[in-house]
């Protein structure tokens, strides 16, 4: 296999000590599992601005577009909150969404079971949960057109278009029912099809292409009954697929019903399979460079981008294993440390190194 080139993009706040961490990782499951990488790495965000005056400077969109996957940290931070908003960090991480075209969102939500009593729901109801939420990420409401505000009648009206067109229905469906081959085999597809012409067509694409998948058990739901059913009985759900607002809304919900941000990876895809991997927290300026960031969310990304972008499913089954066993071990950053007397309390550089040490033991 060619070498395949990953661009490292740390950002700012705590994505600097998290970075590494999910650098190191994957540098240890290439090793073991022969992967050939090359690394270089960039700026984005408000170290951008910084030193270029951009939130994403050309040289860093390039090697984005050279490269077979990216590891994101974080963007953002008090320092760069009085910008205005085309200058501000999160244009860069916007930027990089649109430029590379990462139409497809995955947000798993998975609660190791170490951690289960950390969610704010009945461990009963979340222990082993494995939801993945595909989320629809360039089009929608969010980018319609018309939109604006303007005056009528003396007074401002506001107004967006929710708008998907039938080939983009099908390409975020078609990444949804591939992913449901590899897990469960369920799909469930929601909408708001009884009130919004847009989510019929959604619905109609959606089981039209079902066809092609006759080992998937497709079924469609109301975006607001999704959300009542992702906290009355999350594990009923293996794949759900939905556009891009209602999949902003649910991916949060089922994010939390994991108990903590610090362990939430997310995976942004392009047609060709590469794409952007990256913690779904933020800078977390209140404990940057304190050694306090939990840096399994960013593991975690590099186990999707090597489940998704990097063919190397065994690496990344791997990765999540050693998370598995050094949580099973009891170790926990501040964030997802409950205070039970089993439990040994770590920073960001030791949790990296009880996972690498955990990997290479594996091997
Ligand atoms: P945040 O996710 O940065 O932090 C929310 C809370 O969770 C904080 O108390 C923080 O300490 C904690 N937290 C977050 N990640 C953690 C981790 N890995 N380990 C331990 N604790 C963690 O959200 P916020 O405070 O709303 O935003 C801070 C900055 O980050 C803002 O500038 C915002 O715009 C930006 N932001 C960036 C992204 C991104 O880069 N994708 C996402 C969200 C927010």
Not at 315 to 321: M, Q, V
């Amino acid at each position: 296999m060619s070498k395949q080139q990953i661009l490292i993009l740390p950002g700012d706040g705590i994505g600097p000590e998290v970075v590494p961490v999910g650098v190191e990782v994957l540098k240890a499951a290439a090793t073991r599992f022969g992967l050939d990488l090359s690394f270089d790495s960039g700026l984005v965000g408000g170290v951008a601005i910084d030193e270029t005056g951009q939130p994403l400077p050309e040289e860093t969109l390039t090697k984005a577009r050279a490269a077979r996957a990216v590891l994101l940290g974080s963007v953002g931070g008090p320092k760069w909150d009085e910008l205005p908003t085309a200058n501000r960090p999160e244009r860069g991480l916007l930027g990089l969404r649109s430029e590379l075209e990462l139409f497809a969102n995955l947000r798993p939500a998975l609660l190791f079971p170490p951690l289960a009593a950390a969610s704010s729901l009945k461990t009963e109801l979340v222990a082993g949960l494995d939801i993945l939420i595909v989320r629809e990420l360039t089009g929608g409401i969010y980018f319609g057109e018309p939109r604006g505000v303007e005056v009528v009648n003396n007074e401002r009206r506001g107004f967006n278009t929710y708008v998907y067109s039938e080939h983009e229905i099908e390409r975020i469906a078609r990444v949804a029912f591939e992913l449901a081959q590899k897990r469960g085999r369920r799909l469930c597809s929601v909408d708001k099809a009884n009130v919004l012409e847009v989510t019929q067509l959604w619905r109609e694409v959606v089981t039209a292409i079902a066809k092609d998948y006759p080992d998937v058990e497709l079924s469609h739901m109301y975006v607001d009954n999704a959300g009542m059913q992702l906290v009355r009985a999350p594990k009923q759900f293996d794949v759900l697929v939905t556009g891009n607002m209602f999949g902003d809304i649910l991916s949060d919900v089922a994010a939390m019903l994991t108990g903590s941000l610090g362990m939430l990876p997310s995976a942004s895809l392009a047609a060709d399979g590469s794409g952007l991997f990256e913690p779904v927290h933020g800078s977390a300026p209140d404990i940057a460079g304190e050694d306090k960031a939990n840096p399994l969310a960013t593991v975690l990304s590099v186990a999707m981008m090597c489940r998704y972008s990097l063919d190397a499913g065994e690496a990344a089954d791997a990765i999540e294993a050693a998370v598995d066993a050094v949580l099973g071990a009891g170790y926990r950053t501040g964030d997802i440390a409950s205070g039970g007397a089993d439990e040994v309390l770590v920073g960001t550089q030791e949790m990296g190194e009880r996972v690498l040490a955990q990997l290479e033991q594996g091997s």
